[in-house]
Nanobody
Framework: QVQVAESGGGLVQAGGSLTLSCTAS????????LGWFRQAPGKEREGVSC????????YNTDSVKGRFAISRDNAKNTLYLQMNNLKPEDTATYYC????????????????????WGQGTQVTVSS
């Protein structure tokens, strides 16, 4: 059973930065298509950023374009989400999601596509 685990959340002021990390066990990160999702209280889970297995293609949802960047280091078995210029509306629990299947990385598939999820890490942005 693949296990994924996030780290790096916290409390930051608006305009600040955070970097989230995600590691996988049992299966190398290089064999997984990966994504970052977030869920704020009372809202549906949304795909924020996704990346294909090689890292050659990435996607960021419109609300984070120009501020967030997803990347992966398969040698270090780690997925990253660099978040800059954070806004209060970015406040949510962020989840790392993984699936063995190939994905294009040009969009974030539905959350139902992903088989493995971390427990989430809280990101809180104060105004």
């Amino acid at each position: 059973q693949v296990q994924v685990a996030e780290s790096g959340g916290g409390l930051v002021q608006a305009g600040g930065s955070l970097t989230l990390s995600c590691t996988a066990s049992v299966v190398p990160v290089g064999d997984l298509s990966l994504g970052w999702f977030r869920q704020a209280p009372g809202k549906e889970r949304e795909g924020v950023s996704c990346i294909n297995r090689s890292g050659s293609s990435t996607y960021n949802t419109d609300s984070v374009k120009g501020r967030f960047a997803i990347s992966r280091d398969n040698a270090k078995n780690t997925l990253y989400l660099q978040m800059n210029n954070l806004k209060p509306e970015d406040t949510a629990t962020y989840y790392c999601a993984a699936v063995r299947a190939w994905t294009s990385g040009t969009y974030c598939p539905s959350s139902r596509t992903f088989d493995y999820w971390g427990q989430g890490t809280q990101v809180t942005v104060s105004s």
